[in-house]
């Protein structure tokens, strides 16, 4: 057994079909359930579309796992991260937090350092072949919304227990909001590709804080006090 098959054998996966042999084909999903917050907020998620997810997700894990030529490293945090929070790459590595109350999470916050690695390494029309040649915001926001994709599928499909960052990059992403998600929670990256977006969306920062402070009766990160 290689170092990285050690060091990943207890690594506590997200979704329950990637724990199928390697060479067994990903099985049809479940029809996915509906899920819903406490303020009523539902998410109905197509079944084509969550086995599309599901297939690409298994094939990035498989490769996170058995890739010889890279690490992902999950760092231990003791409150509720984001995807992008302490995330850092360095030459063929890549380390994530990962919230020790949250477990499940772990492998979304693997695909997000994976893509991230995987643009250094030279590799990103491999895994994001929508966006082959993003640099940037465009690059982080296809990147975001394929994290968003795999946690609905988590959700939806195989019943992970909700987490609030995720929960509200999943949200955002399916109302329309992704956009004003990243902006208003990064207020100080993207500078150029944020004032573009704000003016040629007057008024959608409102629009969306009010639909956060609506749909989880709290302010959206980045206007916290705390």
Known sequence: MSRKSIRRAPVTLVLASLLAACSVAVPPIPEPRPIVVHSGARIRAERDHMQEVNDWVTRQQRNIVEDPTFWVIGEPATDEVYLWDGMRV?????WVRVDLRAPDTRLVHELYGHFHLMTE???????????????????????????????????TVFDTPPFGPLDELMYASEAGYLDAFIFTARPDEFASSRAEWARANPGQVDAYREWFLDTFNREPPGLRSN
């Open 121 to 155: 390494m030279g590799r990103q029309a491999e895994w994001l072949p929508e966006a082959p040649d993003a640099v940037g915001y465009e690059l982080e926001r296809a990147i975001l919304a394929r994290c968003a994709d795999a946690w609905v599928l988590g959700r």
């Open 90 to 94: 360095s030459n063929d590595s890549v």
